[in-house]
């Protein structure tokens, strides 16, 4: 599958080579209960193309897709300088809260992308933040 890209990039074929065979890995090897490891790590940057900046929710559900599977992630910021709002608040805040079993550890952060992740994280306890979530009866 990952031989059909043409789009130039050897990068962004690899890149893609690298996620048919981890999904291919835990499609082939469920974890039970019993498995001793239920950790990963996961390169964030390698969602982005060449230096695309890492600032969408889709950006941040593809670093986070299939991770639910694991005990504990490993997101290693290497090579990654900044972050988005949106992208912080989709991983430290809204993944968090739809998936608390899941341990989410970070390492190779600059002080930009910690202070990112500080204030997703912190969100939730913003005096009137409940007011200003949207209300669906």
Do not use: W
């Not at 999904?23 to 974890?31: A, C, G, K, S, V």
């Amino acid at each position: 599958m990952a031989n059909d890209v043409k789009d130039g990039s050897s990068e962004v074929s690899r890149q893609i080579k690298v996620a048919y065979i981890v999904i291919d890995t835990l499609d082939n090897n469920p974890m039970s209960d019993d498995h001793p490891e239920r950790k990963i790590t996961v390169t964030v940057s390698s969602v982005r193309h060449k230096d695309e900046n890492l600032i969408t929710r889709s950006q941040a559900k593809r670093v986070l897709s299939r991770l639910d599977q694991f005990q504990e992630v490993l997101l290693d910021f290497k090579g990654v300088t900044s972050i988005g709002q949106a992208f912080a608040d989709e991983i430290f805040r809204v993944y968090k809260q739809s998936h608390p079993g899941v341990i989410v550890v970070t390492i190779n952060t600059t002080p930009e992308v910690d202070k990112m992740i500080s204030r997703a994280k912190s969100v939730e306890n913003t005096p009137g933040f409940a007011d200003r979530l949207e209300h669906k009866d």
